[in-house]
C-alpha cells in the first residue's frame, strides 16, 4: 500500500529552521505531484508548497513564499520542505501529500508531523 511517512517535525524558535522529510513508498514515485499541507486545529487545511513530477515546477502559498523551499529526490522517493525564518503562525501539523494530476484530488496523505514555533 501507499506509504507517505513525514519525519523533522519539532520545536524551533522565531526565526530559526527546520528541516520535514516524507518518504514514500508502495508507488511509482517519479509518477507523482508532491506537496506540504499544514493544518491548524480548527481551521481548514492550507496547502503550503507543491512540486511537479520533475522537480523543475513549484508552487508556495504566499504565506510562506520565500522562507520555504520544497524539494523532491526521486533516487531516495522522498521530498523535503525547507523551512527558514520561521514565524509563530507556521505552527501546525504539516502533511506529506501526493497526486497523479493537477486537476484531482490529493490522492495520499501522511500522518502528519508537528511543528511548533515559538516567540
Known amino acids: 500500500q501507499v506509504q507517505l511517512v513525514e519525519s523533522g517535525g519539532g520545536l524551533a524558535q522565531a526565526g530559526g529552521s527546520l528541516r520535514l522529510s516524507c518518504a514514500a513508498s508502495g508507488l511509482i514515485f517519479n509518477n507523482y505531484i508532491m506537496g506540504w499541507f499544514r493544518q491548524v486545529p480548527g481551521s481548514e487545511r492550507e496547502r503550503v508548497a507543491i512540486?511537479?513530477?520533475?522537480?523543475?515546477?513549484?508552487n508556495y502559498a504566499d504565506s510562506v513564499r520565500g522562507r520555504f523551499t520544497i524539494s523532491r529526490d526521486d533516487a531516495e522517493n522522498t521530498i523535503y520542505l525547507q523551512m527558514d525564518n520561521l514565524k509563530p503562525e507556521d505552527t501546525a501539523t504539516y502533511y506529506c501529500v501526493a497526486r497523479r494530476a493537477v486537476r484531482s484530488n490529493y490522492e495520499h496523505w501522511g500522518r502528519g508531523t508537528q511543528v511548533t514555533v515559538s516567540s
Open positions: 512540486i511537479n513530477r520533475g522537480g523543475d515546477v513549484t
